[in-house]
T-cell receptor, first 114, second 115 residues
């Protein structure tokens, strides 16, 4: 069964350092999402791609976060510089697109900023 | 603004007992509704979804949910809980307008199962 891949699974970094997360969606899925999930909360959307284009990054803290999906396949989310409040689970999801298609989630990257 | 409310933060049930997890939403039109389950340290797995039609939907692992428009609810049920059902459960609604496909999640309900 096809799955969404994410790496690394765990990352510990010091504040003010740069950190990057990688996501490989299910083959053929045009839409890719990055979510942030703070402990004890539900996921919140950071950025949504349709192919290689950003369609929603309204909740992305653009002063320190960036995301790209250059060839419309895999994607990278970067934080620079990391802050203590960025400690969270970062989830990637993909779908065929549109409201009627379910999102498939990867295992996530657990980030701890010290 | 759209929102999803899961009133119960933590529920404990005995193995073999029935389960109902509550979800209420605010939404202008007919919502797209989802239930996801998350095991510790893992991503989310879709249990079931409602788009239209029959208001009682069946999902994986023996779960079902009923859409009640009059109550703005989409409660998740299971007749007999297994120890492996212990996890966190999230209700979500597809966002109205804006970008297609974005989900608004509730804060989750953590389910513990007593032997």
């Amino acid at each position: 069964e096809a799955e969404v891949a994410q790496s690394p699974r765990y990352k510990i970094t010091e504040k003010s350092q740069a950190v990057a997360f990688w996501c490989d969606p299910i083959s053929g899925h045009a839409t890719l999402y990055w979510y942030r999930q703070i402990l004890g909360q539900g996921p919140e959307l950071l950025v949504q791609f349709q192919d290689e284009s950003v369609v929603d990054d309204s909740q992305l803290p653009k002063d320190r976060f960036s995301a790209e999906r250059l060839k419309g396949v895999d994607s990278t989310l970067k934080i620079q510089p990391a802050e203590l409040g960025d400690s969270a689970m970062y989830l990637c999801a993909s779908s065929l697109g549109g409201r009627s298609y379910e999102q498939y989630f990867g295992p996530g990257t657990r980030l701890t900023v010290t | 603004a759209q929102s999803v409310t899961q009133p119960d933060i933590h529920i404990t049930v005995s193995e073999g007992a029935s389960l109902e997890l509550r979800c209420n939403y605010s939404y202008g039109a007919t919502p797209y509704l989802f239930w996801y389950v998350q095991s510790p340290g893992q991503g989310l797995q879709l249990l079931l979804k409602y788009f239209s039609g029959d208001t009682l939907v069946q999902g994986i692992k023996g779960f079902e949910a009923e859409f009640k428009r009059s109550q703005s609810s989409f409660n998740l049920r299971k007749p007999s809980v297994h120890w492996s059902d212990a996890a966190e459960y999230f209700c979500a609604v597809g966002e109205e307008g804006g970008s297609q496909g974005n989900l608004i999640f509730g804060k989750g309900t953590k389910l513990s199962v007593k032997p």
